[in-house]
């Protein structure tokens, strides 16, 4: 979960930001803020990943706030000046929101702050490797050192003091002496998620649901667990069409 502010004058943006933050899963607003104070307060409180913020404000603006920071969070400024773009990336913004923006605008972003959110975190951890661009995780099978890529990855099953790995297009699971706390601190959050006490799936190979099992090609199932059922749910209805 990454941790973010919102800082903006007009009360209605920041309501709408607010709405859009809480569309994600993986974004988790601490503070909404009218003005640079209130966001200097909000910072000093606790751990901060990203901050949205409005560049014309009374008294000091978004741009010299952030200029004015010892350690900022990422930045993304949020305006309906086009004209800010390029000061916006010399002070090391991340993002840049032309107002008015909607929420598939507004994700876009996000998903890149979260993407880089992530390699910072696996880059101290070493969990991931990135450096081709494409996320992996190399994990020791037998007598093998084996790269797998994040997108490849189906489900993963605990088997004791072992995982077995499904990944697309193999046709036996990668099964390596690994804890699956370990694994699961080491993959991303937006992308996978633990639906059972021995069961970890990549949401975006879920493509079936049916009497609490998620189903996969020849009849496989993993079990949704009574513990994880709500979250799990929760996913899966912020993306459901026709509910009445």
Same mark, same amino acid.
């Given at each position: ?12 943006? /920041? ?9 994600? #899963?993986?974004?988790?607003? $601490? ?11 909000? /910072? ?9 913020? =409005? ?15 010892? !350690? ?11 004209? %800010?773009? &390029? =000061? ?19 994700? *876009? ?6 993407? /880089? ?16 661009? *494409?996320?992996? &995780?190399?994990?020791? #099978? =037998? ?6 890529? &994040? ?10 003091? %072992? ?19 370990? /694994? ?10 633990? $639906?059972?006490?021995?069961?970890? $799936? !990549? ?6 649901? #049916? ?10 199932? $993993?079990?949704?667990?009574?513990? %994880? ?9 912020? %993306? ?5």
């Amino acid at each position: 979960m990454m941790k973010c502010i919102i800082v903006d004058d007009e009360p209605l943006a /920041l309501a709408q930001m607010y709405k859009y933050v809480s569309r994600l #899963s993986f974004l988790e607003c $601490v503070a909404q803020c009218s003005n640079a104070d209130e966001a200097s307060d909000a /910072l000093q409180s606790g751990n901060v990943d990203v901050m949205f913020i =409005d560049i014309n404000m009374p008294g000091v603006n978004g741009m010299q706030f952030v200029q004015n920071l010892q !350690n900022p969070p990422m930045v993304v400024f949020t305006t309906a000046y086009s004209e %800010y773009a &390029i =000061d916006g990336f010399r002070v090391g913004a991340v993002g840049y929101l032309l107002k008015p923006f909607e929420f598939e605008e507004f994700a *876009e972003v996000a998903n890149k702050v979260y993407k /880089l959110h992530n390699m910072a975190q696996a880059a101290e951890s070493n969990a991931i490797a990135t450096d081709d661009g *494409e996320p992996a &995780i190399f994990v020791k #099978s =037998d007598y093998r050192v084996l790269r797998i890529p &994040i997108h490849s990855i189906k489900y993963i099953e605990s088997m004791s003091e %072992y995982v077995r790995i499904f990944v697309e297009g193999e046709p036996r699971p990668i099964v390596t002496l690994l804890s699956m706390k370990k /694994l699961e601190d080491g993959l991303p959050v937006n992308m996978f998620m633990r $639906v059972h006490r021995s069961y970890i $799936v !990549n949401l975006c190979k879920v493509k079936e649901v #049916s009497r609490m099992r998620i189903v996969y090609d020849g009849n496989v199932y $993993v079990p949704i667990g009574d513990m %994880y059922k709500e979250q799990f749910f929760d996913y899966i209805d912020k %993306y459901f069409i026709g509910k009445k």
